[in-house]
């Protein structure tokens, strides 16, 4: 009998970088008495005589034991180990299309490959797995894995096609229960556990999704049972067991991830930082004074206040992880790195240059669009809100439109607008009954002949005091740089930071990249198979997702969590984040689509992405429009590849199933619609794959890792104002006239709120030891067809040309918004990056 080698390649069990030994010690017993971890290869072209039911199913081989666990130790930092398992082949086999593994030890394993050497007639077979296998109690059916060769449904194997289904069953689950860490379930729930009414009334929070009150994405169930006080209300977990939320095992960090360390960091500042930043407060009561004061923050260093919190942190946070997010050193002095925004000049960030370029070139540089009318009007119900169009006149704005008229400069299209009226307007009383002070803003810009905006005026709102349905009371601002009128011009921009920051952190990050990917993930899990091409070209873009949405649920996004203590909206955070997923349309999140509809950019079909931005240094559109066009220049290649013809893409029973269960349940609360594709052309299937990547990667990129370079340097993106502008003849305006900047840092964000918002962005803005780029996947044998390898060659190639472009562009001079008076190159589209806090770099995930 002739025996084929394999060689299998796994991780052992491990936490954080810590082997588990008693796991280990335990296994070792387990393969003492005969409790191995067997495979058996499954034949794709010969049929197993006995199976059940009537299916056809390959024919299983022997089982075939992982040879030398007892003395093949894991190494002492996390790694992988390699065995070698032993087949009896027979020929009826043929070429093996899948196997199955059965776990008799005591403990999980990741496993990572299986590599058949000298098939008969075949030579080398290659299995990607990539999947925890737990013991073989927790499983009803046995754990199955394919060949990396993909498959469309009616393609694939006869005898393998019974196992494709079955996985897939197993994935969707049977929808009751609470799922454990065990569990490979992929299911839906509403946004129903973020706040806890048993612990207090003032914790409930609305049910997000299922209403068309408040719609939303669908998040991962995990079948917890109610709160006692509200049947709606999902029970949430306590603090101590946050890094134990139920995602499926697959979706969770991967060993060697920085984010592991990350998502223990996340606790680490609710349980120890953020008791201590109060003490320290509470401590030194007295604002902010000056700028040189927060300067300290990254310079001199600020002292923790010695006592049993700072002895906590010192027993619960490792010091490498402290590390992370604050220089700490053994007298209890800590100090923040220094952001990009402050590193070559620490005043450029004041200038209006600099406040105009970073809507072009800044960590939200999606929401600019051009002004097609003046003045700006609203599109809020006037029967509910009354007359909400802009007070900007003709007069505000002329003077500084070079000596063009208004309407030339509109038909010119060189206007242009930040505007957060519509958006906040509802939510202001509801606001400003808190602590917090904010208005509705419109801020209008000129582009002059430089390529550079100078913003020309800003209008703040506010409600009617008597009644919405009386319109907003406005108050016009024009640029001024010296005496009261320049401190109210500043002043006046501080608060249109704030509400950029609010909707940046809640719409352009938080809902249009992660909740609103992460459907697409459950339902390519439930409907698609691991063999099918569409999702081997789309897995690398689902990577640990869930995972930290999930800890954002426990953390972050929660009643009463970071986001909600550093943010203006608190309580009403998540609830308008819901109001303004009504205006989410997913074919407008492709970025050629946006830039049009935003004005940004006209269809020019003699360009070469066929499109002509109506600013020509507009970095984010310049370094987005390359990374798109070879984004989806790489998705039509491998498509195309697989779908000759439109009927095959109708005929695909995973790929129309999938959509279907997207848009219905995924996106349940806009299955009516009528902008979603179809999906009844392979055009449609490459607009529909590329917009998921470009969201999933370069556009996430763009809204995340420049948080840190921007905002960690607080008086730059304020998060939260506590005053309204002084008004002339008041005590405030005497003060304002008198100490400016002392009046501007008493209406930013104070100092608690400032430290937990900059440790939560200095975490969030950094890339992982492990991370993987666009262009680049974990495994080079992710697929066994050599023309979807040889075309993402070609993109990986593609990519590094736009570094290339990327570095000359920041060098050009010409180029003033590339780089600013600030000094800060935009490289958040720059593809690759290392490890750490960087500034650059397209993770192919919305990971972190």
Not at 548 to 561: E, H, P, V, Y
């Amino acid at each position: 009998m002739k025996t084929i080698i394999g060689r299998v390649v796994l991780i052992k069990k491990n936490l954080l970088d810590v082997i588990d030994l008693s796991a280990s010690v335990l296994d070792r017993v387990h393969e003492l008495l005969g409790k191995n971890v067997s495979l058996q290869l499954i034949s794709a072209h010969h049929p197993n005589h006995q199976s059940s039911g009537g299916s056809l199913r390959g024919k299983v081989g022997k089982p075939a034991m992982l040879e030398d666990w007892i003395t093949t130790f894991a190494p002492l930092t996390v790694g992988e180990s390699s065995y070698k398992v032993s087949f009896e082949w027979d020929e009826e086999m043929q070429v093996p299309g899948a196997f199955l593994v059965q776990n008799n030890h005591h403990s999980e394993f990741y496993l990572k490959t299986l590599t058949l050497e000298d098939v008969p007639g075949h030579g080398q077979v290659h299995f990607v797995c990539n999947s925890w296998v737990y013991p073989a109690k927790r499983y009803k059916k046995g754990r199955v894995f394919f060949t990396n060769k993909a498959y469309l449904p009616d393609e694939t194997p006869e005898f393998l096609r019974s196992y494709r289904e079955e996985e897939l069953e197993l994935l969707r689950g049977d929808g009751i229960g609470m799922l454990e860490e065990w569990d490979r379930v992929y299911d839906y729930a509403y946004y129903n556990d973020l706040g806890d009414p048993d612990k207090d009334i003032d914790d409930a929070r609305p049910v997000l999704g299922g209403s068309s009150e408040y719609p939303y994405p669908r998040r991962g169930r995990t079948g917890r049972p109610p709160t006692k006080s509200d049947p709606r209300t999902e029970s949430r977990l306590p603090l101590v067991k946050s890094l134990d939320i139920y995602v499926p095992r697959d979706e969770r960090f991967g060993h060697l991830k920085l984010s592991d360390f990350l998502a223990n960091g996340l606790v680490s500042i609710v349980q120890f930082l953020v008791p201590e930043f109060k003490a320290l407060c509470d401590s030194s009561p007295d604002e902010f004074d000056s700028f040189q004061d927060i300067m300290k923050l990254y310079e001199g260093g600020f002292k923790l206040p010695d006592g049993p919190l700072l002895d906590r942190i010192r027993q619960n946070i490792p010091l490498e992880m402290l590390k992370v997010f604050l220089e700490t050193d053994s007298s209890g002095v800590a100090k923040f790195p220094t952001p990009d925004v402050i590193k070559e000049d620490k005043s450029a960030w004041r200038t209006d240059e600099e406040f105009a370029k970073e809507m072009l070139a800044g960590v939200n540089p999606v929401k600019i669009r051009l002004l097609k009318e003046f003045p700006p009007t609203s599109k809020l119900d006037v029967e509910v809100y009354g007359n909400q169009n802009s007070s900007i006149k003709s007069h505000h704005v002329e003077k500084n439109l070079n000596g063009l008229k208004v309407d030339e400069a509109l038909v010119a299209k060189r206007l242009f607008i930040l505007d957060h009226h519509d958006s906040l307007m509802p939510y202001l009383r509801r606001i400003n009954a808190t602590t917090n002070k904010i208005y509705a803003s419109r801020t209008l810009l000129f582009l002059q002949n430089d390529g550079t905006l100078k913003p020309l005026v800003i209008e703040l709102s506010l409600p009617h005091p008597e009644g919405d349905n009386l319109g907003a009371v406005s108050n016009v601002y024009t640029p001024a740089e010296y005496g009261v009128e320049g401190a109210v011009w500043q002043l006046a921009k501080a608060y249109v930071a704030v509400d950029d920051s609010g909707i940046h952190q809640l719409i352009s990050h938080w809902l249009n990249t992660h909740a609103v990917v992460e459907p697409f993930i459950i339902a390519a899990n439930r409907q698609l198979s691991v063999l099918h091409p569409i999702y081997k070209l789309l897995y690398p873009h689902f990577r640990d997702t869930m995972n930290i949405n999930a800890f954002a649920r426990q953390i972050l996004i929660n009643g009463g969590g970071i986001l909600e203590k550093t943010v203006f909206p608190e309580k009403y955070s998540m609830e308008l984040s819901s109001v303004l997923y009504k205006n989410w349309v997913f074919p407008d999140q492709a970025l050629p689509v946006d830039l049009v509809k935003r004005g940004m950019a006209v269809e020019d079909s003699d360009s070469p992405h066929g499109l002509s931005l109506l600013i020509e240094d507009y970095p984010y559109a310049v370094d987005g429009m390359e990374i798109w066009s070879a984004i989806k220049s790489w998705v039509e290649d491998y498509c195309r590849f697989y779908y000759t013809n439109d009927d095959m893409i109708k005929n695909d029973k995973e790929l129309q199933s999938w959509w279907k269960e997207l848009r219905e349940e995924g996106h349940g609360d806009k299955k009516h619609e009528a902008w979603w594709p179809e999906m009844n052309s392979c055009q449609e299937l490459i607009d529909i794959c590329t917009t998921f990547i470009w969201i999933a990667s370069a556009l996430h990129a763009a809204v995340n890792y420049g948080q840190y370079p921007y905002a960690g340097y607080a008086p730059n993106r304020p998060t939260i104002s506590r005053r309204f502008m002084p008004e002339p003849d008041t005590p405030e305006y005497e003060e304002l006239k008198e100490n400016p900047d002392k009046v501007f840092l008493k209406t930013i964000t104070p100092q608690f709120q400032m430290l937990l918002g900059i440790a939560l962005i200095e975490l969030l803005s950094r890339h992982s030891s492990d991370e993987v780029y666009l262009g680049q996947r974990e495994c080079p044998e992710w697929t066994l067809d050599a023309e979807p390898l040889n075309a993402f060659q070609k993109f990986g190639t593609k990519l590094k040309e736009i570094e290339e472009r990327i570095v000359a562009m920041n060098n050009d001079e010409k180029l003033k918004n590339r780089v600013g008076l600030a000094k800060v190159p935009y490289t958040l589209l720059y593809p690759t990056s290392e490890e750490g806090l960087t500034g650059k770099g397209i993770p192919n995930s919305t990971a972190i």
